[in-house]
């Protein structure tokens, strides 16, 4: 059974500051790996999708890396603003559906 | 463009009542769609898939069911609802291979009493 662990469950930084959130899985057979983010009460935002045979992935502020042997995949948030603040969550694919993490709340202070 | 539809957004329910939520997707044709609950403190965990009309497979065994009479429409069920029904339900879909990117709906919040 995969398990996803992301680590730390919650984060607070200071406006402009670089963000790392951290995404561990046990079973390194997946499809891709997917983050997401989910604001209270919302549905979830796709944000980045990295393939298995992929390294990394980026969208403007945001770059994910993907080490498949290793079961470990980053989120990098660049200069953080207050509109990022939010519950960051991955997934990865694998044996037909997505197995999640528990999320890192991010709080980003003005 | 794709757009993904549930409704109600919110739901008291007492115990023991009955539960539909629905899902629709447009946009899109043949989707593979998927029903997760989001519980209080916890991660989303996948309730039910189908790759097609009539064909739906349950990940958890409970006293929900599920069910898809139209190709892009999902329909959430309970016959008797429990307590621990309560949290965030949200449907999702995707296209090509069931492992391929999901797209979230906004949810529907329940509550029950």
């Known amino acids: 059974k995969q398990e996803v662990t992301q680590i730390p469950a919650a984060l607070s930084v200071p406006e402009g500051e670089n963000l790392v959130l951290n995404c561990s899985f046990t079973d390194s057979a997946i499809y891709n790996l997917q983050w997401f983010r989910q604001d209270p009460g919302k549905g979830l935002t796709s944000l980045l999708l990295?393939?298995?045979?992929?390294r990394e992935q980026t969208s403007g502020r945001l770059n994910a890396s993907l080490d498949k042997s290793s079961g470990r995949s980053t989120l990098y948030i660049a200069a953080s603003q207050p509109g990022d603040s939010a519950t960051y969550l991955c997934?990865?694919?694998?044996?037909?559906?997505?197995?999640f993490g528990a999320g890192t709340t991010v709080t980003v202070r003005a | 463009s794709q757009t993904i539809h549930q409704w109600p957004a919110t739901l008291v329910q007492p115990v023991g009542s009955p539960l539909s939520l629905e899902c629709t997707v447009e946009g899109t044709s043949n989707p593979n769609l998927y029903w997760y609950r989001q519980a209080a403190g916890r991660g989303l965990q996948l309730l039910f898939y189908s790759v097609g009309i009539g064909q739906i497979s349950s990940e958890v065994p409970q006293n929900l069911s599920a069910s898809r009479p139209q190709d892009r429409q999902f329909i959430l069920s309970s016959k008797k609802l429990l307590l621990s029904d309560s949290g965030f339900y949200l449907c999702?879909?995707?296209?090509?291979?069931?492992?391929?990117?999901?797209?979230f709906g906004p949810g529907t919040r329940l509550t029950v009493t």
């Open positions: 990295i393939q298995s045979s992929q």
């Open positions: 997934a990865v694919s694998g044996d037909y559906k997505l197995s």
């Open positions: 999702a879909w995707s296209v090509g291979s069931i492992d391929y990117e999901q797209y």
